[in-house]
């Protein structure tokens, strides 16, 4: 009974363990086939996902054939183009060479036919427009050698990434941009960089340094608030306006206080110029302005606004009409707007520089009136820029701003700028204001501010700088101008030394002096040889048609650099003067340029070195005899052979040494040249 009770016990644990077995294997095949199921599921989605990122890069492949394919057809479509210009240009300047001799007057101009087309003869050229050719013209109105000119095969290739006017801003040139970019690059130094680049050109070394030694080291130039650190009023912020329009009223001598709320402040007077020109012009229309001028103007109304200037020349020579050189007269006004308008040229405006960059010329309060006459005859806007106004530094020469005048004849056209850049030698605090009555101006400029605007902590120290009026008017003011005569009547009398026309004018920081006698021809072809020579051999000038002058040979020289650093060219060209007067005319003419320049220490010395062919620069001063030269160069060769090691360390015999082929080279050769 025992025995069969644990059977029947037995057989039924088991009977229920089996079903157990049966139910969780079911549960297993169950689960494992749902696995399975998700898994294919996951499988297709995936094999769908791989095919649709399959597509999507072929579509994206096409795409990219596409556009390389497009890319490719427009660089076709360019070169023809170009072809096309080029060979119209050679048409031109075939028909030209053939139908006109080249002048050598100042109005003559070498036509370069391996750039471009020709240009109006009195708009700056838009810098979408290709280069341009000048070619030898009478009209006085036309520009001379162009800028774009400058780089030759150098210039940017047009670029599929950038639009039109992209590529125009790109590939634009400037004589000025190009030499500033090469100082910048070989900047000389006495120590780290002694046989780099001197710069005569625009460096600003001596006002600067008394504005930081004194002045902005000041404890209370540092100090920081939290209101400078907010979005400020895009005209400036108030304080600062307040403190320019007290200074200009005490500086510019106006008759009544000038209202805060009339001013202007933004990046830099090239910013105003711009944002000035976009509010009064549209594009393509023109603005007056007497050559030569600063040539960075041009940028700043044409490159953003699309506003050309219309040059009324200047002429050189004194005549019966203009008792002075580069002398401008309302008479001369009219007459370049008469032309204008039988052009077709729509004329907004007229900018005048007083005083004046390059010429350094002062006008009188008179000359300004009737300036500012004609465009109010003319309802013509006077964009009056006053930056050097403090930099009259001439016993015999005064200056009158406009802002002086009892009344001005338009007020609502006259717009007046001035800015740190010059009178303080501060051109890298980017602060410049424009002061007009026309309230419409303002705040179309308000609007424009955004882009143009000054920090706020640099706002609070200019407006420090300006409210110190003991320190302006006694330390300052009168160092900087005693400075700049000082340089001045150095600079003027090595020019003399040296015979170099100049103009006597008593503002600015330079000089325009008359390289003209240096060159072969009269032609700004040579001018630009001159200023590569220049260059090259690391002395920086700036050359007559940067500042679009209608005379070749001019040069601009800044002298308000440090004084051993003139000395480095100035004594230089006097000492190769003298030792070569008489050996500058030779059948093949080379130009032993003094402008490889070391300084060590406080002593100077110069190395004179040949130039190239292709910089090969005539000077036509004082010419001697034959006789004369060939005496005077062989001298020069003997004083050079006996004076070098070069022959010592050179001999056939030491070369043997080396190379015993080399001996007999040399005796082969000379017994060939004996025969």
């Given at each position: 009974?025992?025995?069969?009770?644990?059977?029947?016990?037995?057989?039924?644990?088991?009977?229920?363990?089996?079903?157990?077995?049966?139910?969780?294997?079911?549960?297993?095949?169950?689960?494992?086939?749902?696995?399975?199921?998700?898994?294919?599921?996951?499988?297709?989605?995936?094999?769908?996902?791989?095919?649709?990122?399959?597509?999507?890069?072929?579509?994206?492949?096409?795409?990219?054939?596409?556009?390389?394919?497009?890319?490719?057809?427009?660089?076709?479509?360019?070169?023809?183009?170009?072809?096309?210009?080029?060979?119209?240009?050679?048409?031109?300047?075939?028909?030209?060479?053939?139908?006109?001799?080249?002048?050598?007057?100042?109005?003559?101009?070498?036509?370069?036919?391996?750039?471009?087309?020709?240009?109006?003869?009195?708009?700056?050229?838009?810098?979408?427009?290709?280069?341009?050719?000048?070619?030898?013209?009478?009209?006085?109105?036309?520009?001379?050698?162009?800028?774009?000119?400058?780089?030759?095969?150098?210039?940017?290739?047009?670029?599929?990434?950038?639009?039109?006017?992209?590529?125009?801003?790109?590939?634009?040139?400037?004589?000025?941009?190009?030499?500033?970019?090469?100082?910048?690059?070989?900047?000389?130094?006495?120590?780290?960089?002694?046989?780099?680049?001197?710069?005569?050109?625009?460096?600003?070394?001596?006002?600067?340094?008394?504005c930081f030694l004194l002045q902005l080291t000041q404890p209370d130039m540092l100090l920081m608030e939290p209101s400078l650190?907010?979005?400020?009023?895009?005209?400036?912020?108030?304080?600062?306006?307040?403190?320019?329009?007290?200074?200009?009223?005490?500086?510019?001598?106006?008759?009544?206080?000038?209202?805060?709320?009339?001013?202007?402040?933004?990046?830099?007077?090239?910013?105003?110029?711009?944002?000035?020109?976009?509010?009064?012009?549209?594009?393509?229309?023109?603005?007056?302005?007497?050559?030569?001028?600063?040539?960075?103007?041009?940028?700043?109304?044409?490159?953003?606004?699309?506003?050309?200037?219309?040059?009324?020349?200047?002429?050189?020579?004194?005549?019966?009409?203009?008792?002075?050189?580069?002398?401008?007269?309302?008479?001369?006004?009219?007459?370049?707007?008469?032309?204008?308008?039988?052009?077709?040229?729509?004329?907004?405006?007229?900018?005048?520089?007083?005083?004046?960059?390059?010429?350094?010329?002062?006008?009188?309060?008179?000359?300004?009136?009737?300036?500012?006459?004609?465009?109010?005859?003319?309802?013509?806007?006077?964009?009056?820029?006053?930056?050097?106004?403090?930099?009259?530094?001439?016993?015999?020469?005064?200056?009158?701003?406009?802002?002086?005048?009892?009344?001005?004849?338009?007020?609502?056209?006259?717009?007046?700028?001035?800015?740190?850049?010059?009178?303080?030698?501060?051109?890298?605090?980017?602060?410049?204001?424009?002061?007009?009555?026309?309230?419409?101006?303002?705040?179309?400029?308000?609007?424009?501010?955004?882009?143009?605007?000054?920090?706020?902590?640099?706002?609070?120290?200019?407006?420090?700088?300006?409210?110190?009026?003991?320190?302006?008017?006694?330390?300052?003011?009168?160092?900087?101008?005693?400075?700049?005569?000082?340089?001045?009547?150095?600079?003027?009398?090595?020019?003399?030394?040296?015979?170099?026309?100049?103009?006597?004018?008593?503002?600015?920081?330079?000089?325009?002096?008359?390289?003209?006698?240096?060159?072969?021809?009269?032609?700004?072809?040579?001018?630009?040889?001159?200023?590569?020579?220049?260059?090259?051999?690391?002395?920086?000038?700036?050359?007559?048609?940067?500042?679009?002058?209608?005379?070749?040979?001019?040069?601009?020289?800044?002298?308000?650099?440090?004084?051993?650093?003139?000395?480095?060219?100035?004594?230089?060209?006097?000492?190769?003067?003298?030792?070569?007067?008489?050996?500058?005319?030779?059948?093949?003419?080379?130009?032993?340029?003094?402008?490889?320049?070391?300084?060590?220490?406080?002593?100077?010395?110069?190395?004179?070195?040949?130039?190239?062919?292709?910089?090969?620069?005539?000077?036509?001063?004082?010419?001697?005899?034959?006789?004369?030269?060939?005496?005077?160069?062989?001298?020069?060769?003997?004083?050079?052979?006996?004076?070098?090691?070069?022959?010592?360390?050179?001999?056939?015999?030491?070369?043997?040494?080396?190379?015993?082929?080399?001996?007999?080279?040399?005796?082969?050769?000379?017994?060939?040249?004996?025969?």
């Amino acid at each position: 009974m025992t025995g069969s009770s644990h059977s029947v016990l037995f057989r039924q644990r088991k009977r229920r363990w089996a079903g157990r077995g049966i139910a969780s294997g079911r549960l297993l095949e169950r689960a494992l086939a749902d696995f399975l199921g998700w898994q294919q599921m996951m499988e297709e989605r995936y094999l769908s996902l791989e095919e649709a990122r399959m597509q999507q890069e072929a579509q994206a492949e096409e795409r990219r054939e596409q556009q390389e394919e497009r890319r490719a057809q427009q660089n076709r479509e360019h070169e023809l183009r170009l072809f096309s210009l080029f060979t119209g240009v050679l048409a031109a300047a075939r028909e030209k060479a053939d139908g006109i001799s080249i002048s050598t007057s100042k109005q003559g101009v070498i036509p370069a036919p391996s750039t471009a087309v020709p240009e109006p003869e009195s708009l700056s050229v838009h810098p979408s427009s290709p280069p341009p050719v000048q070619g030898s013209s009478p009209d006085p109105s036309a520009l001379p050698f162009t800028p774009s000119m400058l780089r030759g095969d150098q210039v940017p290739q047009y670029s599929c990434y950038l639009s039109r006017r992209g590529n125009s801003i790109r590939q634009h040139q400037g004589i000025l941009q190009e030499g500033y970019t090469q100082y910048h690059a070989n900047k000389y130094d006495e120590n780290s960089n002694p046989d780099e680049m001197v710069a005569v050109y625009g460096v600003l070394h001596m006002a600067l340094t008394l504005c930081f030694l004194l002045q902005l080291t000041q404890p209370d130039m540092l100090l920081m608030e939290p209101s400078l650190l907010q979005y400020p009023d895009w005209k400036g912020h108030c304080f600062l306006r307040e403190e320019v329009a007290k200074f200009l009223s005490e500086h510019c001598r106006s008759p009544v206080p000038l209202k805060a709320e009339n001013m202007v402040v933004m990046n830099g007077c090239g910013s105003i110029f711009c944002a000035v020109a976009a509010v009064l012009c549209d594009p393509d229309d023109a603005i007056l302005i007497p050559s030569p001028f600063y040539g960075v103007i041009t940028e700043d109304v044409d490159l953003y606004s699309g506003v050309k200037l219309y040059c009324v020349p200047l002429d050189s020579e004194v005549s019966e009409s203009d008792a002075r050189p580069f002398h401008l007269s309302a008479e001369k006004l009219e007459h370049a707007l008469e032309r204008a308008k039988k052009e077709g040229v729509n004329v907004r405006a007229v900018i005048l520089v007083n005083p004046h960059n390059p010429l350094g010329e002062i006008y009188t309060a008179e000359e300004m009136t009737s300036f500012l006459n004609f465009a109010k005859r003319h309802e013509l806007h006077a964009i009056v820029d006053e930056v050097y106004m403090l930099s009259v530094f001439g016993e015999d020469f005064s200056f009158h701003s406009v802002l002086s005048l009892e009344r001005i004849p338009d007020a609502q056209r006259t717009h007046v700028l001035w800015g740190l850049s010059k009178d303080f030698a501060m051109a890298g605090v980017r602060v410049g204001t424009v002061y007009s009555e026309n309230r419409d101006l303002v705040q179309a400029l308000d609007k424009l501010g955004n882009f143009h605007g000054v920090a706020g902590p640099l706002q609070r120290q200019v407006a420090q700088l300006l409210k110190d009026k003991e320190w302006l008017n006694e330390v300052f003011l009168p160092e900087n101008r005693r400075r700049l005569k000082k340089a001045h009547q150095y600079v003027a009398a090595q020019l003399t030394k040296l015979g170099i026309p100049y103009l006597h004018r008593g503002a600015g920081f330079f000089i325009w002096a008359d390289f003209s006698k240096y060159l072969k021809e009269q032609t700004f072809v040579e001018e630009l040889c001159l200023w590569r020579c220049f260059v090259k051999h690391r002395v920086l000038l700036s050359c007559s048609q940067a500042f679009s002058c209608s005379s070749p040979g001019w040069f601009r020289i800044v002298f308000t650099d440090q004084q051993r650093h003139l000395q480095l060219g100035l004594t230089a060209q006097r000492e190769k003067q003298n030792n070569e007067d008489n050996a500058r005319e030779m059948t093949t003419t080379t130009f032993s340029a003094p402008t490889k320049l070391h300084c060590k220490g406080n002593n100077t010395e110069t190395e004179s070195l040949l130039l190239a062919d292709e910089d090969t620069v005539v000077f036509n001063c004082q010419s001697s005899s034959t006789s004369e030269s060939l005496d005077s160069l062989i001298g020069s060769l003997r004083q050079q052979i006996q004076s070098s090691d070069w022959l010592e360390k050179n001999r056939p015999e030491l070369a043997a040494g080396e190379d015993p082929t080399q001996l007999d080279v040399f005796k082969e050769l000379l017994d060939r040249a004996r025969i």
